[in-house]
């Protein structure tokens, strides 16, 4: 009865929101500073700095015996990745960048990093992060060259400005495929556990991810764009957020905390692709669609998948950004007028197998510096804090 | 003893201020591009969702045994209210404003409804805070309309630009209003209980809300005011948190740390109805005060007010946006030069009763639904996080 | 065997890094608005106060029975700073400064109280810190006066944007000559002690450091320079998180929670000097010596340092911002071309001679109003929060 009067409200609401806001307000157009646009992109960095430590780090902190763990391979997983794409990128072979463009595309790769070592967490030592960091990182810039740059001219113009596609999409397949090599069998039988401190920390994680992620979306979009943009990824957002609470009840009879901090966030994953080009409906609907699919994802798939797989997602980022990520990836074609519909789906093609590729190599080269059995997602690896004795 | 040296430390520390800062700065004016201003506002939107999400979401968090339900409870409020208020305000008959301003004027409607919300947090099931979104936002939007854009030549000018009255004290009355129908008798004997990890958890919330307050306030101010605004801010904040360290210990003989997470953000509803006029001075004086009026209400009204009205405010919400509001309002009076007394003080009344009409209607609408009995402040509606089994 | 894969993986990672980021990128000039510059400087006024009240209080959190008492103490610190630095630097005699910096510097002022603070955690009455506020600021504003502004043409120009000198280094030793009188004997051996959840907390706090760094380095930094000043803070933040990773496990054996919380920060202490000046490729450099200091400062020294001075640094702040402090004052003469190196050893030596007689004397002065013994890093002095019994 009370979830027929939920499902009713929710239509109501998007009912009177799709009847009032079509054309809801005129892109701004102005021309400005380039030193001010740049200050900008610098305010947005920052933003997104926040979402990979104290977000993405937050979010996987749910585990509730490897908190300190996490923390500490999140700390390193940023720590290498930023120079090491910077470095690399500043090879003559690519584009030239301003400086914080090139520090906001460390972070899209830093962030996509983190998303594939949601895959694996807790069961490799922390050492083990580092050696991620440094083999996936020069795979994402691969894929980078090879879709979003078109170095090749062979995949032709992808829409994918907030990345739903290579840096979700990416970083979750990587971490998956990963996990190939990094789940043992008595892992599979070991449980991931939280408890209520490390619920609110992890949903600490997800409201900074939350918060800030128009920032994430618009960082390098046109001055023009960014307020439409942003306004897009917030309403996105609340539509995953309601869809998730709704989905999450029909399906396990109660709302879980995991399934609001996490499928809450997939109307970021979805809306992506088209975040600068979507109508203010358009998205509120991918976002209420990347819940649902993310909710499923989490309550329905994820035991099944890894039964059928034979390896443990232990963040779920299958859910989180994989499944949202190729949704809006595809999303784009419906809603973005002109769209090259092959090029769009080559690109998430080509992602993909990248990524599998790139994944299953990488999980077996960590593997090979030794495994962690039974002691998973525990935080073994941390010697006991004492300052003082 | 040692309160009198705090007494005389505090004393010399503000009349050192007063004699010195009297017409400390004079304010700069500049004319500035207008995406310039509009991007400006975004930066200050993304620390308003900060303040929603993280700020009231945490603060909350104080309930040991809700909080999980009240983080889930601040996503839905939020993801309820911002398309709500962007839908309502499409419409034909409400003036034109760019996307980032109806944006930051949604997640004003979002923080009036997260603070009435405040009052009955734990008593309601959580499918329940969906609809008291959907009722209170189109009541906040009405009083909006009277009171602030003065739709019906009514009121007159209300000097109220960061919502002590329209924002704070509207939230606060119509979350005490709804808590008559939202309170029943057996919990009126169920303490609201806090322990060490949930206090420091309100903190963080406390904080969020602490640093990012100046963006609320002056987020609608013109570029010229802003630097002025955010300095008056901080000022009114810096007061209250010692007032209310100083209150508390006085009142209650040790600080109590409820009171430093709430009152000392008095402070900031106290200035906002004058926080681009008052000098400095006159903002620390505003905080100083309501830092003291807040914490009188938490330690010594609070509990007379349950007992004689018979409802029970679980986050003192009248404590914290009620009393401060109000006093903030009418402080406008004595500060701005040439202010319409009346039409202020109208302004204050019709909030007020708006805010007890429609919260006494919404809550005896939400009751329809059900009530929780004994099962209030638990997470009952919440199911335990197991990603894996 | 491990830590030699890791070994190779940091040096294989520097040398990549080094090899190819020389001269990566040009400084963008450009002409900007006042009051766009203006308003920029207010997103870092924001950011640093996230830094002051989250961070620094969240990262004093870690002793697990005082963390209420350390919130608290934050908020007053903070709180009592920020007006009288306000206050006092509004007399005649300073330079004029917008409103908007004389905020930026006297939250450096704050920041730097913090800092002090810290080394007397836990064993003062709270109520005490709002005396070493009262007496810190006047004293920090000399040495401001005396070594940035060169007030009295005795020093000469001091390489100090980001205040590892006058900020961090004169904090760290005002806390450590205030240790002296608040360091009772049976204080020596009443362990500081944190759990798992204080741990995290104090990564919080942490994180929110390390993301908000180069808002508080760029704060006051010419428009032009900010892209490659903010590139340069993350490097060396990145350098020594790495840095301290490999150290602690070095020297510890597995690596402490406590040394990622803390001197993984240690690069943005160190390059604090030369932040606006140096390459990347030094910024990194400069960050990873940094860690390795602040390391060894946590892992070696602390408890030698205890033993000979007889006192108690309860947060180490010692080797996080003193040790690093110094070595980024220094540093600067290495990598500033041009530098008058007698002139940035002045500003070093006479900030410390002037932090260690003013904290000893405020020492002296704080004990004179009743010392904390057995009672030490408790929440003694905290009221049990209960909003309702």
Same mark, same amino acid.
């Given at each position: 009865m009370s979830k027929n009067k939920i499902f009713a409200c929710?239509?109501?609401? *998007?009912?009177?929101?799709?009847?009032?806001?079509?054309n809801l307000f005129a892109i701004q157009t102005a021309d400005a500073n380039p030193a001010v646009l740049q200050l900008q992109q610098y305010d947005r960095a920052i933003h997104i700095m926040a979402m990979l430590l104290i977000g993405f780090g937050f979010l996987m902190v749910f585990v509730k015996k490897y908190g300190r763990s996490a923390l500490t391979a999140t700390f390193l997983l940023v720590a290498v990745a930023l120079p090491l794409y910077m470095g690399v990128k500043s090879l003559n072979i690519f584009e030239s960048r301003s400086e914080i463009e090139q520090l906001i595309l460390a972070e899209f790769g830093a962030a996509s990093l983190l998303i594939a070592a949601g895959a694996i967490l807790g069961r490799i030592k922390i050492y083990q992060y580092i050696i991620l960091g440094l083999l996936f990182i020069p795979f994402y810039i691969l894929n980078e060259l090879v879709v979003v740059n078109d170095y090749f001219h062979f995949v032709g113009k992808?829409?994918?400005t907030g990345g739903s596609i290579v840096i979700h999409a990416f970083g979750a397949l990587f971490g998956i495929a990963a996990a190939v090599s990094l789940t043992s069998k008595p892992q599979m039988d *070991?449980?991931?556990?939280?408890?209520?401190?490390?619920?609110?920390?992890?949903?600490?994680?997800?409201?900074?991810?939350?918060?800030?992620?128009?920032s994430f979306c618009a960082a390098l979009v046109p001055i023009d764009a960014i307020p439409h943009t942003v306004v897009n990824v917030?309403?996105?957002?609340?539509?995953?957020?309601?869809?998730?609470?709704?989905?999450?009840?029909?399906?396990r009879?109660?709302?879980?905390?995991?399934?609001?901090?996490?499928?809450?966030?997939?109307?970021?994953?979805? *809306?992506?692709?088209?975040?600068?080009?979507?109508?203010?409906?358009a998205a509120l609907i991918i976002g209420v669609v990347a819940g649902v699919i993310s909710t499923v994802?989490?309550?329905?798939?994820?035991?099944?998948e890894q039964s059928f797989h034979k390896i443990v997602d232990t963040c779920g980022v299958s859910n989180l950004h994989g499944l949202p990520g190729i949704f809006g990836g595809l999303a784009a074609i419906l809603v973005i007028d002109g769209l090259d519909a092959s090029a769009q789906i080559k690109g998430i093609i080509i992602t993909a197998l990248l990524a599998i590729v790139?994944?299953?190599?990488?999980?077996?080269? *960590?593997?090979?510096?030794?495994?962690t059995e039974e002691a998973a997602y525990k935080d073994v690896d941390i010697k006991e804090a004492e300052i003082f004795a």
């Open positions: 929710i239509v109501s609401f *998007i009912v009177l929101f799709l009847g009032t806001s079509t992808v829409a994918d *070991i449980p991931v556990e939280s408890d209520e401190t490390s619920d609110r920390y992890s949903v600490l994680g997800s409201m900074v991810l939350w918060v800030f992620w128009p917030f309403l996105a957002l609340c539509g995953s957020t309601v869809a998730t609470y709704i989905a999450s009840v029909m399906l009879g109660k709302v879980s905390i995991a399934d609001m901090a996490n499928a809450a966030l997939a109307g970021g994953v979805g *809306i992506g692709a088209t975040c600068d080009y979507a109508s203010h409906p994802g989490f309550a329905v798939l994820q035991n099944k790139a994944g299953l190599l990488t999980g077996k080269v *960590i593997s090979l510096f030794g495994k």
